[in-house]
């Protein structure tokens, strides 16, 4: 599962590493979750960013717990099941980001945040899928989901599962509407152990409702309570 991942870079930096224009400002997010607006690339338009919903709008998500929330689909079937099929054939996206967030357990009650990124913490993405409806008031309404996959050996330290990361000639390959099924599948695997790093960061993440650069800072293994640990 990916519930929660950082976009700390620029505008100007987005527009340069995705070749793609922002028509409205951004600032940078270092706590990004289910439910918030944020920027996306789709395969209908791969030379803007569009902002879209994450799992579900807001108003629909109001007072529901992540678990309950459809924010990710599993890359091995979602070209099988119904509910995501159509839009692995006709809806790509890829998510921008620079970091993404899991919590190691601990026993029963004690989680550490861990903070994974590339190497150099550039900016990448992850595969994503989406949706458009229509409102009960008639507007509409775009919604996406981030693909997961089974961990590399650095992910799979903290986690069952690991959003699919892609390289950019597998995002050039996610986002063409001619790519072969084959092609597409063969794009949604683990990232390489090599080239991504972890550590741990503050238990301030676990609140959606802060949103500022002491998240993604690295720091000793703290648990959920804001106490430090010696087995992160």
Not at 27 to 48: C, E, H, M, Y
Not at 54 to 63: E, I, K, L, M, R
Not at 103 to 132: N, Q, V
Request: proline residues 6%; charged residues 25%.
């Amino acid at each position: 599962m990916c519930g929660r991942y950082s976009l700390s870079k620029s505008k100007a930096e987005l527009e340069e590493r995705f070749q793609a224009e922002m028509l409205v400002d951004f600032k940078p997010r270092f706590n990004i979750a289910p439910t918030q607006l944020v920027p996306v690339i789709t395969s209908d338009s791969p030379r803007g960013f569009s902002f879209f919903y994450w799992g579900v709008t807001p108003d629909f998500g109001h007072n529901k717990p992540v678990a309950q929330k459809l924010i990710n689909a599993k890359a091995e079937s979602v070209h099988e099941k119904i509910s995501t099929k159509g839009a692995f054939q006709r809806r790509r996206c890829i998510i921008p980001a620079d970091g993404y967030f899991e919590w190691k357990k601990l026993g029963k009650k004690t989680r550490i945040p861990y903070r994974f990124t590339l190497r150099e913490e550039e900016l990448f993405s992850f595969a994503g899928i989406w949706e458009e409806y229509e409102t009960v008031s008639g507007d509409t309404q775009h919604t996406f989901l981030i693909l997961t996959t089974t961990p590399n050996e650095v992910a799979g330290e903290v986690h069952d599962s690991m959003p699919v990361i892609l390289s950019r000639e597998q995002e050039k390959k996610w986002l063409d509407k001619y790519s072969s099924e084959t092609d597409l599948l063969a794009s949604l695997k683990p990232y390489p152990t090599e080239l991504m790093l972890s550590y741990s960061v503050s238990s301030l993440v676990n609140s959606v409702q802060n949103d500022s650069p002491g998240i993604i800072r690295k720091i000793s293994p703290m648990d959920q309570f804001g106490n430090y640990t010696l087995f992160g």
